[in-house]
């Protein structure tokens, strides 16, 4: 069946630098990828969704690309801030299912 | 501003009992998903309705849990008889056609004793 991985190790950068989070899947090539944030005890938000016919997309200060033939999505937050500390979830749809991954953790230390 | 609402937010139980949880989508979502969250496996989809039908409930223990989409503003959750290992934190999510961004709900934290 299709997997996500999401890198499990919590990620801490430095304020003001770009931190890049990665998801891979295994088998199919969906038709989208979704990025969400979750904070502690909420439920997560939507940020950002990539077709696979897209490259790249860009929402402020975030960026996601989209390599099926990597089968990867990168996650991008330019120009961090403490405030973007969450843990960021991948997921996916392939068929009649949606996947998502275990996410990652960030830390933006100050 | 229009949210997914759920309830009970926290529920404690004892091994055996039924849980009944519940989650009224966005007005005018048509899609509504159930997920159930654990630190080891992450989000796991458990079932989805589309117009109020069940469309995908291949990720929920059939022995002992269902849902329903009574009407277009409640769907539920029930576990019978719930163990030990139902615990985690349960959400629903309702998304808009044509779009497909998911709403979350704040979730209901289950503990079975």
């Known amino acids: 069946s299709q997997k996500i991985e999401q890198n499990s190790e919590a990620l801490n950068i430095q304020e003001g630098k770009t931190a890049t989070l990665t998801c891979n899947y295994t088998n199919y090539s969906p038709a989208y990828l979704q990025w969400y944030r979750q904070d502690p005890g909420r439920g997560p938000v939507f940020l950002l969704l990539i077709r696979e016919n897209e490259k790249e997309k860009r929402k402020e200060r975030l960026k996601v690309t989209f390599d099926t033939t990597l089968k990867q999505s990168l996650f991008h937050i330019t120009a961090s801030q403490p405030a973007d500390s969450a843990t960021y979830l991948c997921?996916?749809?392939?068929?009649?299912?949606?996947?998502f991954g275990t996410g990652t953790s960030l830390t933006v230390i100050p | 501003d229009a949210r997914v609402t759920q309830t009970p937010r926290h529920k404690v139980t004892e091994m055996g009992q039924e849980v009944t949880m519940r989650c009224q989508p966005i007005?005018?979502?048509?899609?509504v998903f159930w997920y159930r969250q654990t630190m080891m496996q992450g989000l796991e989809l458990l079932a989805y309705?589309?117009?109020?039908?069940?469309?995908?409930d291949s990720g929920m223990p059939k022995d002992r849990f269902s849902a329903e989409m009574p009407d277009a503003t409640l769907a539920t959750l029930k576990i019978q008889p719930s163990e030990p290992r139902d615990s985690a934190v349960y959400f629903c999510a309702s998304v808009g056609f044509p779009y497909n961004e998911q709403f979350f709900g704040p979730g209901t934290r289950l503990t079975v004793l």
């Open positions: 309705f589309r117009n109020r039908a069940p469309l995908d």
């Open positions: 007005l005018g979502h048509n899609t």
């Open positions: 997921g996916q749809n392939t068929g009649n299912q949606f996947y």
